[in-house]
């Protein structure tokens, strides 16, 4: 289930990234190396290998995106709940 949840909040974070919403070119790549670390892990679920980067990487952007973005922050919070669920 917890797999399911994060694909979905996958899914509403490359929506966000979809919308034309205003980040540099920096912030863009940093999300979507995000999307695509998240990939990475449900294509590779069932393993116990854990990426503490993903999890930091997802803390960091949350407190980046706090004030400016604070809808694409709430799917980030989302996320780092998910990968707590999961242990990770």
Known sequence: MPEHDLQSQLEE???????????????RASLQAIAQDIEAR???EGTTEYN????????LAVERFEVSHPGMAMTLRNIMQTLANMGI
């Open 13 to 27: 974070l490359r929506s966000q990234l979809a919308q034309d919403t205003p980040l540099t070119d920096e912030e």
């Open 42 to 44: 449900l294509a590779t």
């Open 52 to 59: 503490d980067s993903l999890v930091d990487g997802v803390n």
